[in-house]
């Protein structure tokens, strides 16, 4: 019945029969949770595990969990948790080296291999594992890491049917639709006192699981309403960003005393890195055992709000917290495009709501705006 | 070699790559040091032979990162000669941890090595013209492979001037090497410290003193510097002010480096990875930045 077709509808009751499938295929299931009165990505057993009949509300500096008026399962936007956590682990071992005598032996730490379904990931998050992407797999050098867990990983993406209130996706064009980048997307659709996913395919793996469920292709008619569902979304949209000339408008305004001003209320907690889902910076450790025979090298997720960050013999590059925030935001919005070609923003909002002041970087872009130097860079920079 | 010495690659019948290892690039090989030379009171010269016998083919102004055995690793600029890859030279300056353990390493002992790294001294380019290099401290390790290869094909050169500038007398790097550089007489090499005492019959100045009457064509030169950077802003300063083009100097940066290939984003500098893009970039592509504090 669905010979042909790419579009299919899965009842509610059915979902779960998805989580076996790919459960029997050999994946461990990873999607959202409810822990601790936050939807957090981690790993599930059945569909049972989602967040059922819940929504987040999220403003600048607050997210806060509510029941909804139905019980759907992808009612909710993004919360502090990216994808990254799986992929690119917050914690690695790189190698370990042992020692005897004056000789030493140097292991590598993996195979670094997982094979994760990562379920419910959103259109802009497809963007940032795309940004990811292109940072550990794209260059002369490939984050064995990365790569061993990216190409086991399974994505069973979501069509956001609503958007958050700290969400631009929309400005930075990286949804609410997913066009691309998955296994399979599900719309979730409930009108009508119905309740049922329309299952899109995006890859032959994932037409194969689809083969495994009991699923009818879907009329026009459920096609459009699922279509609605989205743009709802996009209408609903609470933040926006105007890209026009963004990359230029902060590598002209390096000296701005817009900078001491954002430095006034930050405090350099680096939250915004850490819930962000294309941030990519990492320190290591060492780690020796008593004896000080054997010593362990691990990457940890660093974040350049720390002190430590730009540290160099006699002192930081970037001691000031103005430097650091302008560090950021320029990375995310301007410098991000040079090294990668894409911002390194994706909308998602998650640093704007989990600030702990809640700084929203689309509004400290519209007040650099406001005091821009308006001149393009001078070769000798020095515009105070 | 002792079979202990052997890096447990992960298992792999082609041959590994000359370059840092493409499987595992954050993975060091060990080498064993053969020589520790003094150069100063904290200055030290290492000379590393690979355990698995491959030599680090490397080019002017590469680096790698060395690893010290439970306590970290550091970005080091090779500063032997390119034509003679073996044993692998780094020239070091004891400031921290891992410096400082690195320099106290004894013959017989294994250190971690991955590399090389970073783009090289624009020689190619300088054929034909003048050539000046300017260092500072530390920095003439980096540029000492440059010389080791502007002197292996002089002919290919004009002028070819050296300026060292070191904080004392003390602190003069590779001594015996400019003594027989300054008796050639295809190479002008001045050499200045900050201050000294009444014993030092030479020159006392900041080296970025030395541009203005140092024998080069400024409008047919190309500038090779790398020292502090403050150091590196008043040299790019007085090449301009020569008439040095700012696409002629090349300025070798510094930054914070956790793993030297595009991975951390420690080394990030603007738009730049001073670790991939780098470390030697010509001044006009970072002009708009070098002068701005706490880029
Ligand atoms: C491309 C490049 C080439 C270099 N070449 C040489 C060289 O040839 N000889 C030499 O003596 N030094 C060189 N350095 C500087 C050298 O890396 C630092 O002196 C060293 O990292 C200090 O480490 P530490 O643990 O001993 O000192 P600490 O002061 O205890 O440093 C703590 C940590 O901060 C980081 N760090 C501190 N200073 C620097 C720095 N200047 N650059 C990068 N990371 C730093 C390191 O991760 C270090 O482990 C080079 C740096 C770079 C970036
Ligand atoms: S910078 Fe903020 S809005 Fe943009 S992708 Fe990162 S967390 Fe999301
Ligand atoms: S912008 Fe907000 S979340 Fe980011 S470092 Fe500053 S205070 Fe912390
Ligand atoms: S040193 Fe890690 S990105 Fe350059």
Redesign the pocket.
């Known amino acids: 019945m669905r010979e042909g077709s790419t579009m299919n509808v899965l009842e509610r009751d059915a979902l779960d029969l998805l989580f076996t499938s790919l459960k029997e295929r050999g994946f461990t299931l990873v999607g959202p949770t409810v822990r601790e009165r936050a939807i957090v990505y981690d790993e599930m057993f059945s569909a049972a595990d989602l967040p059922w009949g819940w929504t987040d509300r999220q403003e600048a500096g607050t997210y806060r969990l509510e029941r909804r008026a139905d019980d759907a399962a992808f009612g909710f936007t993004v919360g502090p948790h990216?994808w990254k956590r799986f992929l690119f682990p917050p914690v690695q071992s790189l190698f370990r080296a042992e020692r005897s005598g004056s000789k030493m032996a140097l292991r590598p730490a993996g195979p670094f291999a997982a094979r994760y379904a990562l379920i419910g990931v959103r259109a802009?998050e497809l963007a940032?594992i795309d940004r990811q992407d292109k940072v550990f797999l794209g260059g002369t050098y490939v984050d064995p890491v990365y790569r061993q867990r990216r190409e086991g990983a399974f994505v069973v993406a979501v069509q956001c049917g609503q958007a958050g209130g700290?969400?631009?996706c929309a400005s930075?064009g990286t949804g609410p639709r997913a066009g691309s980048g998955f296994d399979l997307a599900l719309t979730e659709v409930l009108e009508d006192g119905r309740h049922w996913f329309l299952v899109e395919e995006g890859s032959e793996r994932g037409t194969e699981v689809v083969a495994t469920l009991p699923v009818r292709a879907a009329t026009e008619e459920e096609i459009a309403a699922a279509g609605r569902a989205v743009e709802r979304a996009e209408a609903e949209m609470g933040r926006t960003l105007d890209t026009e000339g963004l990359r230029e408008l902060f590598l002209r305004n390096y000296e701005n005393r817009h900078w001491d001003r954002v430095a006034e209320r930050c405090l350099g907690c680096g939250n915004?890195t850490m819930?962000?889902?294309?941030?990519f910076c990492a320190t290591v450790d060492d780690v020796t055992d008593l004896a000080g025979q054997a010593a362990e090298r691990v990457r940890r997720w660093d974040s350049c709000f720390t002190i430590d960050f730009s540290y160099l013999h006699g002192g930081s590059v970037r001691s000031s917290i103005a430097a650091r925030y302008r560090q950021w935001?320029t990375h995310?919005?301007a410098t991000w495009t040079d090294q990668f070609g894409a911002p390194?923003?994706?909308?998602?909002?998650?640093?704007?709501t989990?600030c702990p002041v809640g700084i929203d970087?689309t509004e400290e872009t519209r007040a650099l705006r406001a005091l821009d130097h308006g001149a393009p860079a001078a070769p000798q920079g020095g515009a105070s | 070699m002792t079979p202990l010495l052997e890096a447990v690659q992960p298992r792999s019948a082609e041959p590994v790559p000359a370059a840092a290892s493409l499987a595992d690039p954050m993975l060091p090989r060990p080498f064993e040091v053969r020589r520790v030379q003094a150069e100063t009171y904290d200055t030290y010269t290492l000379e590393l032979a690979p355990a698995d016998g491959r030599p680090l083919r490397f080019r002017p102004g590469q680096f790698n990162m060395l690893y010290l055995f439970g306590v970290g690793e550091v970005a080091i600029s090779i500063s032997g000669d390119p034509g003679r890859p073996s044993p692998l030279v780094h020239t070091l300056r004891a400031v921290g941890a891992v410096t400082r353990g690195l320099c106290a390493l004894k013959k017989g002992d294994v250190v971690g090595v991955r590399g090389p790294f970073g783009n090289e001294w624009p020689l190619d380019e300088a054929a034909g013209h003048d050539v000046v290099l300017v260092a500072g401290g530390i920095g003439l390790a980096p540029l000492r492979p440059a010389i080791y290869r502007l002197l292996a094909e002089r002919k290919r050169f004009g002028r070819v001037v050296l300026l060292s500038g070191s904080r004392s007398p003390q602190d003069i790097l590779f001594r015996h090497e400019l003594e027989r550089w300054r008796s050639r007489f295809d190479l002008e090499v001045v050499v200045t410290v900050d201050y000294a005492a009444g014993d030092w019959n030479g020159l006392v100045g900041v080296v970025t003193t030395l541009i203005p009457r140092a024998g080069f064509d400024p409008t047919d030169t190309v500038a090779l510097a790398c020292g502090p950077e403050v150091m590196m802003r008043f040299a790019t300063r007085e090449l301009e002010r020569r008439g040095v083009p700012t696409e002629r100097i090349y300025l070798s940066m510094e930054r914070n480096m956790k793993c030297a290939v595009g991975f951390c984003g420690h080394c990030q500098y603007g738009p730049h990875f001073i670790c991939k893009d780098g470390p030697i970039f010509p001044y006009r592509a970072i002009a708009p930045i070098f002068e701005i504090r706490e880029v």
């Open positions: 990216a802009c940032a700290t969400c631009f930075m915004c819930v962000c889902p294309t941030c935001i995310k919005l390194g923003c994706v909308g998602c909002g998650r640093c704007i989990w970087l």
